[in-house]
């Protein structure tokens, strides 16, 4: 049973345009969620992140947005750099799992970022 | 501040083998977690130790085992490799920002 769903497997887009990544879930338990970014031969690294108490979270180029309500999550890159291209995964936690290092990931989207 | 360091690199074992696989944390930081990886599966949690007690464990079967030392260092353990346990295996370590973990690179297992 996927919980977190990235249902876009990969995305392409142009430097300098906006790369929009999507994440469902189906566990309403979820009450945190994150982005990590991941290159070839190298663990993930944290991203972003966002608290359901939130809809929107900025950080530089990197905007994520929650929507409750259709149990969807979205990571905007604005411009995107060819230096973003990168496997994205989402994943999400529920408080009491949280504490003991359990998040939950979706399967990834690839993007590719064209100069 | 040195990463989260993972050995080795790679691996390969045949089928009905045992492997070990060891982790060690970013200093200071006492939670140690496991993943495991593989294509079209995402990042699927293995466990989680804390000062080597191990405090959450994910739905793998009894062959997927682990412990951490008094050093915070943990290591993992698969007996009776089976083809399916190929993947990339992950270890994680947290601080005080408990909800972000922090990944090494990895250990690639290949089962023939």
């Known amino acids: 049973d996927q919980q977190v769903k990235q249902n876009s497997p990969s995305l392409s887009v142009q430097e300098g345009r906006i790369s929009i990544l999507n994440c469902d879930y189906t566990?309403?338990?979820?009450?945190?969620f994150l982005w990590y970014k991941k290159y070839p031969a190298e663990g993930p690294t944290f991203l972003i992140s966002?608290?359901?108490?939130?809809d929107k979270n900025e950080d530089g180029r990197f905007t994520v947005f929650l929507n409750k309500s259709a149990k969807h999550l979205s990571l905007h890159i604005v411009p995107s750099q060819p230096g973003d291209s990168a496997v994205y995964f989402c994943?999400?936690?529920?408080?009491?799992?949280?504490?003991?290092?359990?998040?939950?990931f979706g399967q990834g989207t690839i993007l590719t970022v064209h100069p | 501040k040195a990463g989260v360091t993972q050995t080795p690199r790679y691996l390969i074992k045949t089928r009905g083998q045992q492997v070990t696989l060891s982790c060690s944390p970013i200093?200071?930081?006492?939670?140690v977690s496991w993943y495991q990886q593989t294509p079209g599966q995402g990042l699927q949690f293995l466990f989680e130790?804390?000062?080597?007690?191990?405090?959450n464990k994910g739905n793998f079967p009894g062959r997927f085992s682990g412990r951490q030392f008094s050093n915070s260092r943990s290591e993992m353990n698969v007996s009776t490799l089976e083809l399916g346990d190929s993947a990339l295996y992950l270890c994680?370590?947290?601080?005080?920002?408990?909800?972000?973990?922090?990944f090494g690179s990895g250990t690639q297992l290949s089962v023939l």
């Open positions: 994680a370590s947290r601080g005080t920002e408990y909800e972000k973990l922090f």
């Open positions: 566990n309403s338990m979820f009450d945190y």
């Open positions: 966002i608290s359901s108490i939130k």
């Open positions: 994943a999400a936690s529920v408080k009491g799992e949280r504490s003991y290092g359990k998040l939950t």
């Open positions: 200093s200071g930081h006492r939670s």
């Open positions: 130790y804390f000062s080597e007690t191990q405090r």
